[in-house]
């Protein structure tokens, strides 16, 4: 299996512009989660989604994040408009329900290295 | 609220010698509990896993780690450190209490000296 693909690696926008990242989970992962990393505040949950609906939001940021899947096999992050403190790693991770249904290990992909000017 | 604790910022081991990262958490439950490294400019591997039964857990690359649920401690270690250990690592905690959310420490980097 690939694993779980992301895109861009890097991206460098100017403030106020619209960002998407992109994310493909592993095939037969129902469950996709959108994760931050910055120095200042480690890793972050932002969304998860179960079975294509979003579970839980509560970690993002504000109304300028948006999360989509629109189908079982694709995922997006978008930030409109864009600032300099959203600069950070993005990371998108997937897994697989275990024993009893319950998620078991999220596998994580390489991660969108954002930069906003 | 489930919270996880890495004390050891950062960590500095010669090659073969031995390692020990320091994890506690907090969870209200049985917890699911994980190790993730991360080389630099990469996403985060698992090194282990541990759900349930044995509390000794073995994982990749020679890493184990130990449940201690009267410490609320995982502990990872490993025997004798290669130089491409050097890396960060993440413990995490979740679980079906937490609705499978993971909850990350914030991690210790490891250097390793020839």
């Known amino acids: 299996d690939a694993g779980v693909i992301q895109s861009p690696r890097h991206e460098v926008t100017e403030m106020g512009q619209e960002v998407t990242l992109r994310c493909k989970p592993i095939s037969g992962h129902n469950s996709l989660f959108w994760y931050r990393q910055t120095m200042m505040r480690g890793l972050e949950l932002l969304i998860y989604f179960n079975n294509n609906v979003p579970i839980d939001d509560s970690g993002m940021p504000e109304d300028r994040f948006s999360a989509k899947m629109p189908n079982a096999s694709f995922s997006t992050l978008k930030i409109q408009p864009s600032e300099p403190r959203d600069s950070a790693v993005y990371f998108c991770a997937s897994s697989s329900p275990g024993r009893g249904g319950l998620q078991e290990t999220q596998y994580f992909g390489p991660g969108t290295r954002l930069l906003v000017l | 609220a489930q919270s996880v604790t890495q004390p050891d910022i950062h960590i500095t081991v010669s090659e073969g010698a031995s390692l020990e990262l320091r994890c506690n958490y907090s969870y209200g439950a049985t917890p699911y509990l994980f190790w993730y490294v991360q080389s630099p400019g990469q996403g985060l591997q698992l090194l282990l896993k541990y759900f349930s039964g044995d509390t000794l857990v073995q994982g990749i690359k020679g890493f184990e780690a130990e449940f201690k649920r009267s410490q609320s401690s995982f502990n990872l270690r490993k025997p004798s450190v290669h130089w491409s250990d050097a890396a960060e690592y993440f413990c995490?905690?979740?679980?079906?209490?937490?609705?499978?959310?993971?909850?990350f420490g914030g991690g210790t980097r490891v250097l390793v000296k020839p």
């Open positions: 995490a905690v979740g679980g079906p209490a937490a609705g499978n959310k993971l909850t």
